[in-house]
């Protein structure tokens, strides 16, 4: 059994970390770390793990040994607790902002505070095991990137070669990205139908976009009316057909187990929606062309491909277990 | 003109009495008080009232003398509030809750603290046109009842003397009811979808209808997912048959500007839903009958005719201007 | 393997069939017959089998011998099918509302049509395993109550003995339960928001309830906005104090696996709410009282406790295997 | 007294018009024609129209001589009606696809049938006040734009100099745009909540973008979760900062009635958002600058600006009454 502890455990993708590992057969959770409810049972927090688990949270001051730890802290907190919580464990994968980019200013430049540990950040291996599986096996410090940076991963990585450097992403979020202690803005009353354009430009994730593809990305990223999902249509340049495209896809993804391409010509569901994704780690991926324009389109559950099983996913991969092992739900439909 | 002030106008209440007041040919705001924003403009708090007005909110120092004031303050601070601002105004309408029952002890039982002006109680007239039009006409103190009480109201007095004297409320209630400064359990998050029973029993609006219907109520109710929107389904006992109960709301609303009837026997729109209603002033009525069972249903906007809107019918009535002045948005299909 | 076939595979309750048993480790997927798609990849209709199933619907004719067949067929067409596909299989359980009531009278007043296989109407298990467990170990004909059926039945059962014998029971539903083939007054446009009494009287499942209760059951139901989803608030008589009434539940349910007691004082979950159980097999159930009334509740996802999860559970009774399996996925939060 | 006629008065934007025309104080409806439900009481068809008319729909045979004709029919088939019909009035305002593109190849490309009458495309003048209000005054032919074309021109226009000529919009819309009579792909339990990329290339309002803004205009529309509303999102090229594109922004709609400028630095409102504005003629534009890019945002209800609401705009214009007369309603919030 891979002994697991979780900080930040009280958050939603805390939440989502611990329904994973609680229905994972080679993970035990050994502490549900929350500075807010140490103490507090874990099913009066995440109400769908009642009769699941008699687990309490624990205080950060009880963090144990184990052979992975998650960080599910913020952004901007996560780094000033790395350094110090590393060494309980032999691995960690850290779910925040804070190690997905290898530069203390770019990270300065979007997050808008100096790096706390800058000589972590060449360390840690992107959670992405579509692009690092081999790295990830023997890896001791993994960052997984955020939600709509790996949708837009995922889309883009086929297109090298065949589109121009620049390239428009386009996003769209469910409420949950802002987490369970979103302030005003964040009312239902007040987010519920919305079309909220929060980032009208320089969205934080297009730098690690740009980093993982090799590609000039910018990114606009909207609230839309959902809890979970994330999905992004990427405009490029290129001559390339959609037979072309379909073939690059499949090139890239055929044999991964979480990736699919949903391009149809027709149908209601004929391209990526995260409408069919929750609960589930697939990214759906999709493409078409007209003329010199390519759109390139994913979607997923931002708790869980776009998080929480990514993290599992990367974990599988590190301890040496099958890698779709715990993630194997397949969404519904319809929903 | 008729000079008003609205008091806690930033709320949500206070701003759909700003949307009213301000497209209303006969009324100018001469106050918009709140003690969170004194000095900050109306439209960016309320936005969609951009283009509309120029006005400022005013702190509470800044009350002037009015011909209404309109107080949609919070319960138990009401209370505390009315007997220093009544002098400033000839009539007083209170939204809140405070006002609304003529005795201190049923109001600490629902309320869960002592009445602060007891003395005042019984000099209100409650704001439901349909039933009080004569009195409202020269009332001085005016309490416009609760949402899902005006909603039942209206869909049972016609069943005085049909019926026996026990009626089971089954509410459902869009989240603004919460107000502009709910809690975490308000997150979009956690609201979104959701079928919560707040008050499985005794909720509060329940002495209300009982004391303006005359039928012992009990009532239950539930958030379900809508931002506006009230829908009451009451449960009594009779034998009357459908076309009796057509004769008897017939009789009641016949001539009512603001309750329609909708009572069909086949169809999408068959019943009162208050899907219909966002925006206007309408109550929409209904009722089945099945051997000695009688169903009656209601629906109307939490913020209009359960609120604001019945507050400016009220004061319509009360300066002597035609009813439905400043009223008359039927509401959008589809929406 | 148990071998299973499908019927009505097409439809939304056949295709959580599906989901459920292509994911069950204990069944193999013999046919999913669909009249509609015969020879057309199951998962162009249901998108989220993506990746999970290279399975063709079947044509009715290509039914083939097989331990279990499931009927997701529709209402009023069952009892035509059944008589004669039941000899393929060696059990049967219907999903449908065909089987549910022991009497073909009052069959005909709930659906409207004479039954066409009263004979068979005595012979079939409710497949309710809380009630029957004993006797679907041995069942050969099995009939799935109705989603809001189940809700209510689980809510009441414990209340036997302890409440007088009326009960009024308000049912809200998602759009699911209305099936992919649906008119225009599900369209998104005018379903999306809506509070719709659909039945304000007398709605076909108060049969059931009566029957599996032993009260005399009275149901109104309204369409909420939700897809998945059944929640039902049962309005009774009784002296019994919140105590007694958690002791009298935890005697019917503390070893149940699929029913949870949720029955708080307070918190946004304090008590059953359908948001939390897509996806699961659960049915939570819940309890308030007033002096001499008393409140029961009840959530679950229609598609899955309300249809085709219950018939798995009812599968894995019957064949012996653990009752849980292939039933396991906990629900999401938030979502 | 305008004396009107509507065709296609039974789908969402007929209904729409009948809405404002109904209750515009210089208009009167003569006939409200439907192919579908002649003789029917046009409230049972618009059920928020239930007590403000006792209109019938008129069969296309009585349609009779008015001043104004408008034209809510569908899309290939208006340009058959309209050679016909158009000598029943002084003034005919389509609000279908038919007329809004001067060229018959360009249409055959979009709209995939040729043109049936090809001489009059060039007779029609935009239905876009804010562009074309001196031509409308005298226009005997107009045709509203679709309702993402009139968000883009209207975010587009003051751009003109400022930005390279390609821009990538991307749409988001409600299912109303879908109409009354969408099929089974626009059932409640399909379309809610989805993020449904319905034209990853080439939707068929680019062309119209193209030509009244002159830049080359590509579009992608999405689906998502919302009745009412369209939002674009314009990726442009450019080297202008948020200063002068505001200047710009103001000299183009400083003076409009129904054009607000939305651009702030934080807040949720801080960028043009559809919610705010269900069943108002508002168009809210905005805009934000990231070195050479410049993002452009409009948001409009797309049955009232993006159709019914524009249409009645013209009539004002054409008519010689105020522009706003009728169209005064401002959106509400929360909703």
């Not at 706390?116 to 692009?131: I, N, T």
């Not at 709509?148 to 121009?164: E, F, H, K, M, Q």
């Not at 991964?256 to 994704?277: C, M, N, Q, S, Y």
């Not at 993290?311 to 301890?319: E, F, H, I, M, P």
């Amino acid at each position: 059994m891979i002994r697991v502890c979780v900080m930040g455990a009280a958050g939603y993708l805390g939440g989502e970390l611990l329904r994973l590992l609680l229905g994972h057969p080679g993970t035990e959770v050994a502490r549900a770390v929350s500075t807010r409810f140490p103490g507090r049972r874990v099913d009066s927090v995440h109400p769908n793990l009642r009769g699941r688990t008699a687990l309490a949270f624990s205080s950060p001051d009880d963090l144990d040994a184990c052979d992975v730890l998650l960080m599910a802290t913020p952004h901007r907190t996560t780094m000033t607790l790395l350094p110090e919580v590393r060494r309980h464990a032999r691995t960690v994968i850290d779910l925040s902002g804070d190690f997905r980019l290898p530069d203390a200013a770019v990270y300065e430049r979007y997050y808008g505070v100096p790096h706390a540990a800058p000589e972590l950040l060449g360390e840690f291996v992107p959670g992405v095991p579509e692009l690092f599986r081999a790295e990830l096996a023997g890896a001791d410090l993994i960052s997984v990137p955020g939600c709509t940076a790996t949708a837009a991963i995922l889309a883009l990585r086929p297109l090298a070669g065949l589109v121009g450097p620049d390239v428009q992403i386009d996003a769209r979020t469910g409420s949950s990205g802002s987490g369970a202690l979103a302030g005003d803005a964040n009312l239902h009353a007040e987010r519920s139908g919305a079309m909220r354009v929060f980032a009208p430009v320089r969205h934080r994730h297009e730098a690690e976009v740009s980093r993982l593809t090799g590609l000039n990305a910018r990114m606009t990223a909207t609230g839309v009316e959902a809890v979970r999902g994330v999905q992004v249509v990427c405009h490029a340049t290129g001559a390339a057909d959609e037979r072309t495209l379909r073939r690059a896809y499949r090139e890239h993804y055929g044999g991964e187990p979480f990736v699919r391409i949903v391009a149809h010509r027709t149908g209601a569901h004929r391209l990526p929606d995260p409408k069919l994704l929750s609960g589930s780690n697939y990214c759906d991926v999709g493409f078409a062309a007209d003329g010199d324009r390519i759109t390139a389109i994913a979607a997923l559950d931002n708790l869980v491909k776009g998080g929480a099983g990514a993290a599992v996913q990367c974990l599988n991969v590190r301890t040496g277990q099958p890698e779709t092992l715990g993630l194997e739900f397949p969404g519904l439909h319809p929903i």
